[in-house]
């Protein structure tokens, strides 16, 4: 049977479909295997967020070309948020790709990769290629692409699960809305049922997915005892027997409401991190971004959540360079950066997106300062984060191992309750188990420990 790989761009989400068009595929004969070199359909699964993720899908593509002196009758296929967004004008650019799949169909791709594969072992080698486009959305398929073919787990130890896809904010820099589409909820039976399954298989921890996780369900569900969908299904999957651990990624700073700050408080299997983009420090900014907060009313949230569990690691977006940002701007975001106190952030250089509010207006930065400006964060964050981490050797800190530490496979890695890395020397008995490590060292973004209770 053929061979293919899948090359993923992009977020947690891009992973998730990746993982489902892998079952897919595997389901209608095909082997997945880790090398593009021994692979008879090689797909890319894209993302739009940055300028800089799409030329790096397009520069692959091309380097890919070269494999079809050997393997003619390769196929090749772009998926995900830069097929959706640009469909079939990626036939001009790469006009050697057989496949371009947006998100909103990307429950079909393994048939369409299945018709491909049949049309080209059926056609003489002088017969013209002709590919497949398709980034439409189907009618009364508002839920198609999250099914739950994909509830193959992430590890032994950790599980991510899809609740819900797109999203109606409309950000002034962001694709998301074009690419994903608006909101639409997965049912909670359903979502429990596939949690379920997964403790069944061994998993501890799940982590839900969502463009807003935070938003799941308010269109198609009503509050009950005045809790809001979210809510209800962090507590059902809370109250599932074997599972120990509850994350969720990425919510909006205005989804948390007073019963969703409460569920740290009162569900210990939540733990005690929480993923909240600031983006800006600059109330003048946020609303040019359309953000829907301010700079105190996103402090006071911080101040809400760290009083509910009081040794709650907080984490961050930001973006720096943003059209009309000023120094002044920068550095207000800086203050507040070092008044949340987080504990890690994510800092990325403004990237202008087409069909963006944001890549139309006036005072864009220039690649200079969003240069200047991104490092002067990152140095922040190096000195804060060396400086919380380093507090830590000494102490002792319940991990989840995952599995090989990926920057050194002799050695092991697992994630507190505060979703910090640690590495350590273990072996595979390990993996997949909870259990407490003595941290004895640490760097400016990883603990080091030693497991301190045998398994």
Do not use: W
């Amino acid at each position: 049977m053929p061979n293919f790989y899948i090359k993923t761009y992009g977020c947690q989400m891009n992973e998730q479909d990746s993982r489902q068009v892998s079952k897919m595929l595997v389901d209608r004969g095909y082997c997945l295997v880790e090398n593009e070199e021994e692979a008879d359909v090689i797909l890319l699964n894209t993302c739009s967020v940055r300028e800089m993720a799409e030329q790096k899908a397009i520069g692959k593509m091309g380097m890919l070309r070269k494999l079809r002196y050997d393997r003619p009758r390769l196929i090749l296929g772009y998926l995900g948020c830069m097929a959706q967004i640009r469909g079939d004008g990626l036939l001009n650019i790469s006009p050697h790709v057989d496949l371009v799949v947006g998100t909103r169909k990307i429950h079909r791709v393994a048939e369409y990769v299945d018709a491909i594969f049949r049309r080209s072992q059926q056609a003489r080698m002088d017969d013209e290629r002709l590919p497949i486009v398709e980034v439409g959305e189907e009618q009364d398929a508002s839920t198609n692409s999250l099914n739950r073919a994909h509830t193959s787990k992430e590890s032994r130890a950790t599980a991510f699960v899809s609740i819900m896809q797109g999203c109606n904010m409309h950000c002034a820099f962001c694709i998301v809305p074009q690419t994903r589409g608006s909101e639409r909820s997965r049912s909670m039976e359903e979502i429990v049922e596939e949690v379920q399954m997964l403790v069944d298989e061994g998993v501890l921890e799940v982590i839900l997915l969502g463009q807003i996780v935070n938003f799941y369900g308010r269109h198609s569900f009503k509050k009950v005892d005045n809790k809001s969908p979210f809510v209800q299904l962090i507590e059902r999957i809370h109250r599932i027997k074997g599972l120990e651990r509850i994350r969720f990624i990425s919510p909006h700073p205005i989804g948390f409401q007073q019963d969703l700050i409460d569920c740290f408080a009162r569900l210990p299997k939540l733990m005690e991190h929480v993923h909240l983009p600031l983006q800006s420090g600059s109330d003048r900014i946020l609303r040019s971004m359309r953000r829907g907060y301010t700079v105190s009313t996103y402090l006071r949230l911080v101040e809400k959540l760290r009083a509910a569990r009081p040794d709650l690691a907080i984490s961050t977006d930001i973006i720096v360079g943003f059209p009309g940002e000023t120094e002044e701007d920068h550095l207000a975001t800086k203050e507040v950066y070092r008044t949340a106190g987080f504990d890690h952030a994510f800092i990325f250089r403004y990237s202008p997106r087409r069909a963006t509010r944001a890549s139309a207006m006036e005072q864009q930065v220039t690649e200079e300062a969003k240069e200047a400006r991104n490092q002067d964060l990152l140095h922040l964050l190096r000195v804060t984060s060396a400086r919380k981490l380093s507090a830590c050797v000494g102490t002792r800190m319940e991990i989840l191992c995952e599995g090989p530490s990926k920057t050194n496979p002799s050695r092991f890695s697992g994630r507190t309750r505060t979703n910090q890395l640690v590495v350590f020397d273990g072996s595979n008995r390990h993996v997949g188990q909870i259990f407490d490590v003595l941290i004895t060292g640490s760097s400016a973004s990883t603990l080091y420990g030693d497991p301190a209770l045998s398994l």
